[in-house]
């Protein structure tokens, strides 16, 4: 049950808040609602501008009309959830007149946490609204994936590598190795300092790097585990991060080892 209390609405003091909505009308309503609470906004007056701030800064939580001009609020949602880094993470919620299952259902689609159907009326209402959503999609977001980092099968899927060096060409390939065997050393020394230091970001950054690089080449086992280490990360769940450490290291290692012989060998 959503708590409506005015002590609990305390908590978006604070807290900065990007509105991408067209109509002037609902920007002056919502604006003023999220003032009244405490929240700093900046207002998009259509998905392309909220694109835009969304590149230059950094919310605490994205609302976002759905129908807008030049960039759909579904289209900004869809780039928010495929982005890199933390702002793939971010609270966001739809503001929309249309609340029909089928709207709701393209809207969860999108990614967004939850939706707000408009006119706002209730100022208590939407906070507690906000930061039920809010606090739901980073309770999900957060929650590891049992299953990932158990990924079965060999350490490097040969038909991922072959075909990337059959589209880039072999000498493009030996260049590409070359970066990935730094980024793996240099990945390899951020999560030994992160699992010593209990270093949440850095662990999250550096297991990001890692999802990427190693999907590149083919090492779908340390790709699971790289993804279960940043789950973990984002709970904050040291204990079990400290526990897949060595593992992922290990894997870390061997595919490291591959790179290193392939670089020395050369791509056929």
Do not use: C, W
């Not at 009326?121 to 930061?131: K, M």
């Not at 079965?152 to 390939?173: K, R, V």
């Amino acid at each position: 049950m959503v708590d409506n209390s005015r002590s609990n609405l305390s908590r978006l003091q604070g807290m900065s808040v990007l509105l991408a909505e067209d109509n002037v009308t609902n920007q002056l309503v919502a604006t003023q609602m999220l003032g009244n609470l405490g929240a700093t906004v900046d207002v998009a007056s259509d998905g392309a501008i909220a694109l835009e701030r969304l590149a230059q800064n950094s919310y605490d939580i994205l609302l976002v009309d759905i129908e807008m001009p030049r960039v759909s609020g579904l289209d900004v949602i869809r780039s928010v959830r495929s982005s890199a880094g933390e702002l793939a993470n971010a609270p966001v919620i739809a503001l929309t007149a249309y609340a029909m299952q089928e709207h709701r259902e393209k809207i969860r689609k999108a990614g967004a946490d939850g939706l707000i159907p408009k006119p706002i009326i209730s100022i208590e209402q939407f906070g507690a609204d906000i930061l039920n959503y809010m606090d739901e999609g980073v309770k999900r977001r957060s929650t590891p994936d049992e299953s990932a980092g158990s990924v079965d099968g060999p350490m490097i899927e040969n038909s991922i590598f072959e075909s990337l060096a059959e589209t880039i060409g072999a000498d493009a390939m030996i260049d590409l190795l070359g970066k990935i065997e730094i980024d793996l050393r240099s990945v390899k020394n951020q999560i030994i300092d992160a699992n010593n230091t209990a270093d949440s970001d850095l662990m999250r950054s550096a297991t990001h790097v890692l999802i990427s690089v190693a999907g590149a080449v083919g090492g779908v086992r340390l790709q699971g585990q790289a993804e279960r280490l940043n789950a973990l990360a984002h709970a904050g769940d040291f204990a079990n991060v400290s526990a897949l450490t060595d593992e992922t290291l290990d894997e870390l290692d061997g595919v490291l080892d591959y790179v290193t012989e392939k670089i020395r060998t050369g791509v056929s």
